[in-house]
């Protein structure tokens, strides 16, 4: 009877014990997080993650930072949280650069060393230059640009990035000669167009609202179409050139599917909240939520894309 009795407290024991195992890796973040970031403080990415980190500080109690790890065409931050611990407390915020960069890089790291958490937005990219510049439409710069082959310039942030791959789709279809200058982000781009150092950049509409706003920058076409901002599409002008940058979470392969689905759910609230909602709707972002599997499946698509963009030649 006595035996019987200890075995039965020790079921309840490891039953008890499991359970609480299974509630510990269901709830995300259950310790101090980082979200971490491939280009510099201010990039559009380095914005939205601060945002979302907010929203998660607030719901959980937990804290949550944004860790900036530049470098080497993005290379540096990705191959920093592939090789962290999958336990959810390390965890990525990638856009199209994840795509475009290994491709054009030649970087081992790529989106199949990650899992997919979820696709937050579509990040309107623009074609601007600076609030005193003289060019008062995208015609007027590309006439320019042929008139004086390699003399104008056009920076894209970070090396390797979707928007450089959009750039140079451009360029080509235009047939015109501009050399592309990267910088560490997006943002620093902003501040060397405004600043005269480049003649014109192609960045997240983000990275550069408040100085359109304030006039010192002037959005000369965008590639998607943003409601409040009258300016023209590169398809209403005619080109063929597209680009659609996505936002989106990812974490390190092996991370288990219940931190996944913990961080998914966290994901979706924070996509109803009205201070994150206020954050994206100002910069218009275009929410595109979608799981991981959907997620996994454009990034698959987009790949094949930038290659073909690419000659094929990879």
């Known amino acids: 009877m006595k035996k019987f009795a200890a075995l039965f407290i020790l079921a309840i024991a490891l039953s008890a014990s499991i359970g609480f195992g299974t509630s510990e890796a269901a709830a995300w973040p259950s310790a101090r997080t980082t979200l971490v970031w491939h280009s510099a403080a201010g990039s559009g990415g380095d914005i939205m993650l601060r945002s979302l980190a907010k929203f998660i500080e607030s719901k959980t109690n937990f804290p949550v930072i ?35 960069s290994p491709l054009q890089n030649n970087i081992p790291v790529n989106y199949t060393n990650f899992d997919p958490v979820a696709r937050l937005f579509i990040d309107p990219i623009c ?37 450089f791959v959009a750039a140079r789709g451009l360029l080509r279809e235009v047939g015109v000669d501009v050399p592309i200058v990267p910088f560490e982000g997006g943002s ?67 991370t288990p599917q219940e931190i996944r689905d913990a961080m998914f759910k966290v994901l979706k609230e924070a996509m109803e909240n009205p201070d994150f909602k206020t954050y994206y709707t100002n910069n218009n972002m275009i929410p595109a939520f979608a799981d991981g599997n959907e997620f996994y499946k454009m990034m698959e698509r987009q790949n ?5 963009s690419l000659g094929g030649s990879l």
Do not use: Q
């Not at 300016?231 to 080109?239: D, F």
């Open 66 to 100: 944004v860790e900036n790890v530049t470098g080497a065409s993005g290379a540096n931050g990705w191959n920093y949280v592939a090789r962290s611990k999958p336990d959810g407390r390390t965890v990525l915020g990638v856009s199209s650069t994840f795509i475009a």
């Open 127 to 163: 074609i601007y230059v600076g609030g005193n510049s003289t060019y008062k439409t995208l015609g007027e710069f590309f006439e320019d640009a042929k008139k004086r082959p390699g003399e104008l310039t056009l920076t894209g942030g970070t090396a390797g990035n979707v928007e």
């Open 188 to 254: 620093e781009g902003v501040v060397a167009v405004i600043g005269g150092h480049v003649t014109a950049g192609v960045g997240e509409y983000a990275e550069m609202a408040s100085s359109v706003e304030g006039g010192k920058v002037r959005v000369l076409a965008v590639f998607n179409k943003i409601s409040n901002l009258d300016v023209p599409t590169i398809e209403e002008l005619g080109y063929k050139t597209k680009v659609e940058k996505f936002r989106g979470i990812v974490v390190p392969k092996s």
């Open 304 to 308: 094949e894309e930038v290659k073909a």
